[in-house]
């Protein structure tokens, strides 16, 4: 029978009520902040096309990662803005590297804080793409050796979890080889298994100085288009050794993130990224969106889709808004 005996409003006739019957519920401990970490002492330099975002030296890196753990968030993910920059991605995996200091900072400061660090080699290369560079073009095979070293270099400075995010053919395999071999075999691996040659990372290049000085990165991360590929990229990872795997962006893929959720039974996150969160700041300054109810609005639709975790820069107003 339908109408007026079924009157799905009588569920929504208040706060309480439609706590009770919520669906997908958002929690801090969801809730992983992308942060990036600079050469210096007291620095805090800030994105100019993310309002609030910024670069940060490692003591000011360590007092953000404690208001994070104090908050109770699932953690943080690092990226890492080296000193100096070169055709082999050196900086990515030197045992002296940014990166690699500020995870043992952070790990003795801040040690009950998740540490996820982001594996790639943009931010180390002089040329700004993702591996090693032969007559224009990024060779697969030869770059899957610095992520490697880069994902043990991590492990040994006392990372968690290693989040390779290059898109190179192999680079799980070759990862998991190399923690294995080197005495990591319980480090996960949490892959960027469906992450698209995406506009809407324009900002990010600006906070991770890692903007392509040639070309794009349209010949190895995935097609916007592409649906199934996806489908296929994340079964290769996890057949060579991934533990987690992740989508990028969100909300321009929220069906991937569904299909995959359907599909593979592993924890699957999201990245809520850079452009996404410019676009609602931006929004919400002009007067066009409520802020709050934006950030709040965007992540359930992310946790709805099937999300597990989701990796966003607005992590901390979000718990705010929650607690």
């Known amino acids: 029978m339908a109408f007026?005996?079924?009157r799905p409003r009588r569920l929504r006739s208040s706060e309480a009520m439609r706590r009770l019957v919520r669906e997908a519920r958002l929690e801090p401990s969801q809730f992983v902040l992308p942060l990036f970490v600079c050469p210096g002492e007291g620095v805090r330099k800030d994105i100019s096309s993310m309002p609030g975002v910024a670069q940060l030296s490692i003591d000011n890196l360590v007092r953000e990662a404690e208001s994070c753990r104090a908050l109770g968030l699932g953690g943080v993910i690092l990226f890492g803005i080296p000193e100096e920059k070169d055709e082999f991605a050196s900086g990515a995996y030197a045992d002296s590297g940014i990166a690699q200091r500020a995870i043992r900072a952070l790990k003795r400061e801040v040690p009950a804080l998740l540490v996820i660090t982001d594996v790639c080699n943009c931010e180390y290369?002089?040329?700004?793409?993702?591996?090693?560079?032969?007559?224009?073009?990024v060779q697969n095979d030869p770059s899957l050796e610095w992520l490697a070293k880069t994902a043990v270099s991590h492990a040994r400075a006392g990372a968690d979890i290693v989040a390779p995010s290059d898109m190179m053919d192999g680079r799980v395999g070759a990862i998991r080889a190399a923690l294995d071999s080197s005495g990591f075999v319980n480090m996960p691996i949490l892959s960027y298994a469906a992450k698209y040659a995406s506009v809407f990372y324009g900002p990010f290049r600006e906070a991770a100085e890692s903007t392509p000085q040639f070309g794009d990165r349209r010949g190895y991360q995935m097609d916007p288009s592409n649906g199934r590929e996806a489908m296929r990229e994340i079964a290769l990872d996890l057949e060579e050794g991934a533990d987690m795997i992740l989508v990028k962006p969100a909300m321009p893929y929220l069906d991937i993130v569904s299909r995959a959720r359907e599909r593979f039974e592993v924890p699957i996150g999201a990245y809520q990224?850079?452009?996404?969160?410019?676009m609602i700041l931006a929004a919400a300054r002009n007067g066009w969106l409520d802020l709050d109810r934006a950030i709040l609005e965007s992540l359930t639709g992310i946790r709805r889709a099937g999300a597990?975790?989701?990796l966003t820069y607005?992590?901390?107003?979000?718990?705010?808004l929650l607690t």
């Open 314 to 320: 607005f992590a901390k107003r979000a718990t705010e």
């Open 273 to 278: 990224v850079s452009g996404e969160f410019s």
């Open 4 to 6: 007026p005996v079924h």
């Open 125 to 137: 290369t002089s040329h700004g793409h993702c591996g090693l560079i032969e007559n224009g073009v």
């Open 308 to 310: 597990d975790f989701i």
